[in-house]
Every structure is written in structure tokens, then in C-alpha cells.
């Protein structure tokens, strides 16, 4: 609570500005400007980090959106601590629906990339150097957030629905859930996991965005524990598998006094075998061996 009124979240829009279906999310009116119930925040910024918890656990993504300039900076920042994609520029429409074509621009993003690394460009005119580098940065300004992103997220998280109406209306029709900071002036409805709050002051977005990022993170480290574990239980399960690290019978510590017993036997055998058959030797007389 005392982090969510530093922060300035309880601080709607202007009455005048209001959208009446967030009405149960506003807690008064104080200057002509709503206030929001920041109980009802608290209670929404758990459901919306349980489900963000669970979905990157079951092995989804996340995709973090904010275009406005107040979130780009702090979109970015969070969704890389986090490992996550993110879109903080310009949302192209169809981003979801038509993510076939989007995987094609992608691809050309990574081939310009390739081919200012391994010196195609020194073999070019400098105006098709300048027409590629072009090219390369604007792909990498709309797109190089979702660069390594293979396939739709699991979950989208979205600052300002208003703004962002292209990208919940495209994630509305693919199924996929919205975790969304919804302030005063916005439409609450059709979005999965709504939390009420500022979506203008730059501390407010952060906060958001960093607490969204913690439930990616701690949910990675479930998951890494959870791979540690049965490696602890098959560790357990060959025990009586022959492996490079176990001890094999060649190498195990051998008693010297009694190898040394052991094997003095057989070498006082073998000499005495030898007198025998030394003796058992015919001798030819005619021989006479001089000094």
C-alpha cells in the first residue's frame, strides 16, 4: 500500500474523462479528479501476479507492451531483466493475428544483421549500404523486441488499453490472456486480469512493470529447482549403474603385504619348475667345455 501512494497509482484521470464501467474500481472524488481504491489494486496486482506466475511455469512467454513514451524506457529494461519479449515502439497491426508474415520480417531483420557482420556490405555501393543500414534500423525499432520470439505469447501484459486497443483487440481474438493496467478513462471489460492504477506516472508504470517482471523471474527459478531435483533423482536411481566417476575394480586400493604373499608363491613355483626341468636336460659328454 505505502509503495502503490508513492508511487501516485491511486490518481485517476479527470471526472470529466471518466469511463463509467470503471466506476467500481473508483474509491472517490477529490478536485476534480477521480480517486481509485488502491484495495482493490492490491488485490488485482496478486491475481494478475499468480497468473503471469503459472504461465511462464507451464513453459510460456510473456510479451510486455507499452508504447507511450513514459513506458518504452521502462518496458525495455524490465522484460530484459526478465528474459521476455516486448514492443515499445510501435505496435504493427497484426502482430498476433498474422504472426506468419511478422516471422518473415524478422527473418530479414537477422539477415541484415548477418550480412553487416560477415562483410557482405564491403562488396556494396555505399547508397546500398545506406539503403540496407535504413532497412535494419527500422525493423530493429519495431521489431527487435520480439526478435527471438518463435511463436505467439502466453500471456500479453499491456500499459494503457486505450493506446494499446489494436494489440488487446488482436489478443481478445487469439485467446490469448490480458494482464493490463486500466486507469479511470479505460474500458475494464474483455480484459482478463484488469489493474486498476495510473497508467501515466512513470514511477506507477514501473512499479507495475517490475512486479510483473519478479513473477516471470520467480517463476524461472521453480523451474530451475524443479530441474535440479530430478537430477538429485536420478542421481539416486543409478546407483548401481556402472558410470565413468564410479570406482571400477581395477582401481580400487589393493593391500601391498598381502598382493606381495600372493604373488611370491607363484614366482618360488615357476623357479622350482625350472630347476626340475634344468636337471631333466640331457647332457651331451662329448662336450668339454674349457675356460
Known amino acids: 500500500m505505502k ?31 477521480h480517486i481509485i481504491d488502491l484495495q482493490k489494486t492490491i488485490q488485482a496486482i496478486k491475481d494478475a501476479y499468480e497468473a503471469v506466475r503459472r504461465n511462464v511455469a507451464s513453459g510460456k512467454t510473456v510479451l510486455f507492451v507499452g ?18 519479449f516486448y514492443v515499445n515502439n510501435r505496435w504493427l497491426g497484426g502482430m498476433l493475428t498474422n504472426f506468419v508474415t511478422i516471422k518473415k520480417s524478422l527473418l530479414r531483420l537477422k539477415k541484415l544483421e548477418k550480412m553487416e557482420i560477415d562483410g557482405t556490405f564491403e562488396n556494396l555501393t555505399k547508397k546500398e549500404i545506406a539503403s540496407l543500414g535504413k532497412e535494419r534500423t527500422k525493423l530493429q525499432k519495431n521489431l527487435g523486441g520480439i526478435k527471438e520470439m518463435k511463436d505467439p505469447p502466453g500471456i500479453l501484459f ?36 484488469p489493474v486498476p492504477g495510473n497508467d501515466d506516472a512513470i ?43 564410479s570406482v571400477k575394480e581395477e582401481d580400487r586400493e589393493i593391500d601391498i603385504e598381502s598382493y606381495s604373499s600372493e604373488t611370491a608363491a607363484p614366482e618360488n613355483k615357476t623357479a622350482e619348475a ?13 662336450k668339454v667345455y674349457e675356460e
Open 158 to 193: 499491456v500499459i494503457d488499453t486505450r493506446k494499446e486497443a489494436i494489440a488487446v483487440a488482436e489478443a481478445q481474438r487469439m485467446g490469448i490472456p490480458i494482464v493490463a493496467v486500466v486507469d479511470t478513462n479505460c474500458n475494464p471489460e474483455g480484459i482478463d486480469y
Open 203 to 245: 514511477r506507477a508504470i514501473t512499479l507495475f512493470t517490475q512486479i510483473v517482471a519478479n513473477a516471470v523471474v520467480e517463476a524461472d527459478n521453480e523451474v530451475g529447482l524443479k530441474i535440479i531435483e530430478t537430477l538429485g533423482d536420478e542421481d539416486e536411481n543409478m546407483e548401481g549403474v556402472m558410470t565413468d566417476v
Open 274 to 286: 625350472d630347476t626340475e626341468e634344468d636337471e631333466q636336460l640331457p647332457v651331451d659328454v662329448d
Open 67 to 84: 508504447t507511450k513514451k513514459q513506458a518504452q524506457q521502462t518496458i525495455q529494461k524490465e522484460a530484459e531483466r526478465c528474459g521476455m
Open 3 to 33: 509503495s502503490l501512494l508513492e508511487s501516485g497509482v491511486h490518481f485517476g484521470h479527470q471526472v470529466k474523462r471518466w469511463d463509467p464501467r470503471m466506476k467500481k474500481y473508483i474509491f472517490a472524488e477529490r478536485n476534480g479528479i
